[in-house]
């Protein structure tokens, strides 16, 4: 178990690259734990200032993009006396194996963090064969 890689992060690329942004704002990697078990991987990121409306997850051709916008919290009468906890986007990538159940995939989101379950397939759960007498 501990030595398998069925989920792989994708090269570390600059979030700040004017290559990568369609528009304009500061984007940010979320911090993320991964943990396993025989059944499933859960991927943990945390997301402070997104609301559940507010998260993307897409996959396409084997990569998992997770995506999330934090927006401002003033309201429209308040003016700004200091800001110190930044808006813009959350956005990161995982290439999954053909070990991932993709059709299985779940996300919570609850108090800032994001929680995937990522199943693993039926071929990737280690099992144990029962010997019967006779």
Known sequence: MADSKE??????????????????????????????NEQQITLLAD????????????????????????????????????IEFEIGRYYRQFTLSEMIDQRR????????VLRLTLPKAEKAIPRQITVTAG
Do not use: W, Y
């Open 47 to 82: 997301m402070p200032g997104v609301t559940p409306g507010d998260v993307t997850i897409d996959i396409n051709d084997n990569v998992l993009s997770i995506s999330g916008e934090v927006k401002p919290f003033e309201e429209g009468n308040e003016s700004d006396v200091l």
């Open 7 to 36: 989920l792989q992060v994708k090269e570390k690329q600059e979030a700040a690259s004017p290559a990568e942004q369609t528009r304009p704002g500061v984007v940010f990697t979320p911090d993320v734990d991964i943990c396993e």
């Open 105 to 112: 995939i779940e996300a919570k989101h609850e108090n800032g």
